[in-house]
């Protein structure tokens, strides 16, 4: 996915002995990214992808165990004067990578919901930096949310994070004043995760000590660089939410659609029923689904429709499923409803 880092020499041994005596051992975090194109999940960061399990109302059949990240653009950014006279100089970019988990393009039928993002940012080493607050708290006002297709982010405190590399968006809920409907399998939670790889090159920064300073010297001075560069930051940042949330938007304007025909078959089935005049016919539709009257079993054939549609499963050769059991006590009665 990235340039193999490899622009830099094999350490001196005396040279690194000395390093590590005058400044302690070095301390480095593990991180890596996974090319294994079968799993299709990005590799091991500080924070959480989200849940991997099915939802409760997913019976049985495949999920898909991680995420497909998305390669986003590459944006070179300017140093400000500042953090040159300090001594940063060179070649810095960024390269943005977004993933929405958990995956569920093998159930496109199934409701979803995105209620967090979050934002990871790590340093041209791979190792995870601590984000600037106060930079990506104001992010949300030069975002443009309602073309994203939400209502408002709202940026957690400090005191609500995990980890201090990680920035974290709780997503906004347009309030509804209508009563939802009963629903046998609600909405599934995604989270949408933004990482932000610096890339640094300088021809006059090779030895050891001089990376660190100079790594050093570019997480002191992040905040300063993304505000001097805010404008294309967020203009990028606009772009790459919009590709990867257009799914998303197509996704709920499907469910309508779907609901929409639901309730027309509901209609249907009820009157079928309610109109007939073959008391055997209607005694045997009221004792199969386990209902005493046609008003619950109006409720009872929704539930059993909603969770038959999201059962529906379409492969996909990019996710990497893993088959889990049915729940025999609910599953084989359900499908026998309808």
Known sequence: MFPCVGRYPEPDPEELRAFTDEHG???????????DQKKGCAGKHSG???CLHPPSCVRKGNWCQGGHPALGSRLTLSIPPDAMDRGLFGELSVQLVLLLTPCVLQYPNLETQLT????????????????PYSFFRNLPAHLDCGELGLHGL????????????RLLYKVEREKCE????????????????MFLFLQHSDPFTSHPSDVVATEMLLEHHLE???????????NALQYELKKTLNAQKHRNQEQEKLRSAAEVILSSAISIVSCSTNLHFRNACLTRMKVCDTHELS???RLSL??????????????????????????EFARAEI
Do not use: K
């Open 299 to 301: 409720a009872s054939f």
């Open 306 to 331: 909603q969770r038959v549609t999201a059962w529906r499963f379409v492969p996909r050769g990019r996710c990497h499923a893993t088959q889990f059991e049915e729940h025999p006590d609910t599953d």
């Open 178 to 193: 209508e009563p939802e409907q009963e629903s046998s399998c609600p909405p599934l939670q995604q989270n949408l995760s």
């Open 154 to 165: 709202q940026c957690a405190s400090s005191t609500d994070l995990f980890h201090s590399s």
């Open 224 to 234: 300063d660089i993304l505000s001097n560069n805010r404008q294309v930051f967020s």
């Open 25 to 35: 051992p070095l301390r480095m975090l593990l991180s890596f990214q996974s090319e």
């Open 48 to 50: 959480d992808f989200g």
């Open 116 to 131: 967090h993002m979050q934002v990871f940012v790590y340093s041209p080493s791979n190792v995870p930096v601590t984000a």
